[in-house]
């Protein structure tokens, strides 16, 4: 029985590769088939397999504002997706500003139509601008960082006074910030004019009136609110007694960006 030797019929890697390189194959010796009139024909296109491409209009989602679902309010810009509404205020906490409410209705019955209680009262120190959700982190620290080192202070608030949005859609009945308290909320104001001018935001406007708006309607109803000023004023005066003012402590500033808030506490 002959040996077989395992070594010398294993070739290298390399030899592999050269063998590879310089090997011809026989020229074979069958003959070549003609194509047929079957194998002619042309593939199938990528349109007859999955049918032609849908050109017609994508359908998007839009928000569709509804004013009637929200006491016939209409949005100041529209609703974009990525766009959040932010706006920094004062919060105002106080039962009297509630029995105001309550008396305000009573003393204008039929005066104007649907007066509405504000829920959420407040002094504005900034308009309400459109922030990129991406840039809500950002501008919350350094509103943070502006603010947080001013210190507490009290504020009364005494004058009625009748205002109208911009596009006169709303009319709002508010207590002015007294005279001698305006430049300490002056202060709190040009600090987040400072923020919104480094995000490129509008800024607050040139001739402020800090104020609590307590009351609205719908449509521009100055010119008839102000006929009956004087008896929304002795109903008032009845809730707020021989002081014949209101006063808040001012020892936090809020933020709301869409449906999310942030609180910054003063010194």
Request: net charge negative; with cysteine.
């Amino acid at each position: 029985m002959a040996l077989v030797n395992y070594d010398s019929s294993c070739s290298s890697d390399e030899q592999e590769e050269t063998n590879l390189e310089t090997f011809e194959a026989p020229k074979s010796k069958m003959p070549k088939l003609s194509e047929t009139a079957e194998d002619k024909k042309a593939l199938p296109c990528a349109v007859s397999l999955l049918g032609a491409k849908n050109t017609g209009d994508v359908v998007h989602n839009a928000h569709a504002d509804d004013p009637t679902e929200h006491d016939g309010r209409v949005r100041s810009f529209k609703h974009e997706r990525g766009n959040w509404a932010t706006y920094v205020y004062i919060k105002a906490m106080s039962d009297q500003l509630e029995d105001m409410q309550e008396v305000s209705q009573g003393a204008l019955a039929g005066v104007v139509d649907c007066l509405h209680a504000i829920e959420d009262l407040h002094i504005s120190l900034s308009r309400t601008v459109v922030l990129q959700y991406h840039h809500i982190d950002s501008f919350v620290e350094s509103l943070r960082t502006t603010l947080e080192v001013s210190g507490s202070f009290s504020i009364s608030l005494r004058r009625l006074h009748i205002y109208t949005n911009a596009e006169r859609t709303r009319t709002f009945i508010a207590l002015k910030v007294d005279d001698m308290y305006f430049e300490k909320v002056h202060q709190l104001m040009a600090k987040v004019d400072g923020v919104m001018k480094e995000y490129r935001l509008q800024l607050f406007y040139e001739e402020p009136s800090f104020h609590i708006s307590f009351m609205w309607c719908l449509g521009d109803k100055v010119a008839v609110l102000n006929e009956h000023l004087d008896t929304l004023k002795s109903a008032i005066n009845v809730v707020l007694g021989d002081s014949e003012a209101i006063s808040l402590f001012i020892h936090e500033i809020n933020c709301k960006s869409g449906n999310k808030e942030f609180v910054f506490k003063l010194k």
